[in-house]
């Protein structure tokens, strides 16, 4: 069965210094991989995601992450965090295959507080 | 365009009630999702739609019933609310693989 490990609940940053957070999973074939963001009191909103190709995927508002296969980890990281950078990040991922339906597998999310 | 939209917003039911959450979309996607979202448990799928007139079960459907009968719409059921469904619930669109956009959201107490 698929699943998807963020390990930290929280991570604290200062403004300014680089920002990441960590996620892990495991699933069967080569996944498509996702990143969102809530705000308080607010939807999800879609970050990057990565399919195939070039390891480093770049996305919305300075975000980036990297697709590890041998440690099947998919990082997100930003080098210089902001204080509106606070919020919920979810790792997501979808595996492969004809009953998938596009359905994603989330993790349990990991608060990000950036301090000024 | 709205993009995802969910009706109501807040509600607040007594164990035994009823209540029915809608979904609308106006981005023409054929996947259409609900998830519940408990602290520290993350977004878990309830039921999903690949299209117009079809449902499926997700990861903790019990409790819960949906309807696609249009397919900008999609239908969240409770017949008989219990305090453990006291939670918030998402809608979101998508396409198939692709990123799905998701609903500001429904906080449902069940007292």
């Known amino acids: 069965a698929q699943s998807v490990a963020q390990p930290e609940d929280q991570v604290n940053v200062a403004e300014g210094n680089p920002l990441t957070v960590k996620c892990t999973y495991s699933v069967s074939g080569n996944p498509y991989l996702f990143w969102y963001v809530q705000y308080p009191n607010r939807g999800l909103q879609f970050l990057l995601k990565?399919?195939?190709?070039?390891?480093l995927v770049k996305g919305s508002y300075g975000f980036e992450a990297e697709f590890n296969k041998s440690q099947t980890s998919f990082h997100l990281k930003k080098p210089s965090a902001l204080v509106s950078d606070s919020a919920l990040y979810f790792c997501a991922v979808r595996p492969l295959g004809t009953d998938s339906w596009g359905k994603l597998q989330f993790g349990a999310g990991t608060q990000v507080v950036v301090t000024p | 365009n709205a993009g995802v939209t969910q009706t109501p917003k807040f509600r607040v039911l007594k164990t035994g009630q009823s209540m029915t959450l809608l979904c609308a979309q106006d981005m023409n996607h054929e996947y259409m999702y609900w998830y519940r979202q408990d602290p520290g448990m993350g977004l878990r799928l309830i039921h999903y739609?690949?299209?117009?007139?079809?449902?499926a079960k997700g990861e903790v459907p019990d409790g819960y019933n949906v309807s696609r009968l249009k397919k900008q719409n999609f239908l969240l059921g409770l017949e008989s609310a219990a305090p453990s469904q006291t939670s918030v619930y998402f809608c979101?669109?998508?396409?198939?693989?692709?990123?799905?956009?998701f609903g500001p959201g429904t906080r449902l107490t069940v007292l």
């Open positions: 739609s690949v299209g117009e007139g079809t449902t």
């Open positions: 979101a669109s998508g396409r198939g693989g692709n990123e799905q956009f």
């Open positions: 990565y399919i195939t190709g070039d390891n």
